[in-house]
T-cell receptor, first 115, second 113 residues
């Protein structure tokens, strides 16, 4: 079975632009979470979606938004890009919502560079 | 979220055991202890988790202190492929934690041939 896939793998944008990152979860997984990892730091939680509804949100500005589609894939959108948005964006999927210590499976990430 | 404290870095030789410590003195009674690792240029991957009892799987063992205020991830025979950043994470069993993993700085493990 394919793992979590993310596209694109790399992306270069300029300040003020917007970006859309995509994630396909493992087949059968209904929960998708997004993380931002700045160089040298651990990943920071941005969003979780379960059954197409937002179930958790981290401390990120409203420029960050996401959605989940009926096939459980997900998009992360970032508007008005800033230099500080340069990071590795990770998507993780799991089979259930929290309430059990379910394993989260991460994709390889999308590396975004904002110039 | 309860906080974890890990050493910034550790070193090991290949084929030797590695003990990676984690302190979590403010852990609540329902928090699970999870370990993830992140190999270079990859997303994090699950290693092991536990609640109260010691746990073993094919990747590692998790030893949890009796008072649950600390735990140790044990790699029984380190290989070069185990060189990674290891994250100790506490996860609540529901409520508002949902799918959120709170990563700290982690421990950078270097394995020498």
């Amino acid at each position: 079975d394919a793992g979590v896939t993310q596209s694109p793998t790399h992306l270069i944008k300029t300040r003020g632009q917007h970006v859309t990152l995509r994630c396909s979860p493992i087949s059968g997984h209904k929960s998708v979470s997004w993380y931002q990892q700045v160089l040298g730091q651990g990943p920071q939680f941005i969003f979780q979606y379960y059954e197409k509804e937002e179930r958790g949100r981290g401390n990120f500005p409203d420029r960050f938004s996401a959605r989940q589609f009926p096939n459980y894939s997900s998009e992360l959108n970032v508007n008005a890009l800033l230099l500080g948005d340069s990071a590795l964006y990770l998507c993780a999927s799991s089979s259930v919502l929290a309430g059990s210590p379910e394993t989260q499976y991460f994709g390889p990430g999308t590396r975004l560079l904002v110039l | 979220d309860a906080k974890t404290t890990q050493p910034n870095s550790m070193e090991s030789n290949e084929e030797e055991p590695v003990h990676l410590p984690c302190n979590h003195s403010t852990i609540s009674g329902t928090d699970y202890i999870h370990w993830y690792r992140q190999l270079p240029s990859q997303g994090p991957e699950y290693v092991i988790h536990g609640l109260t009892s010691n746990v073993n799987n094919r990747m590692a063992s998790l030893a949890i202190a009796e008072d649950r205020k600390s735990s140790t991830l044990i790699l029984h025979r380190a290989t070069l492929r185990d060189a990674a950043v290891y994250y100790c994470i506490l996860r609540g069993a529901g409520g508002t934690s949902y799918g959120k993993l709170t990563f700290g700085q982690g421990t950078i493990l270097t394995v020498h041939p």
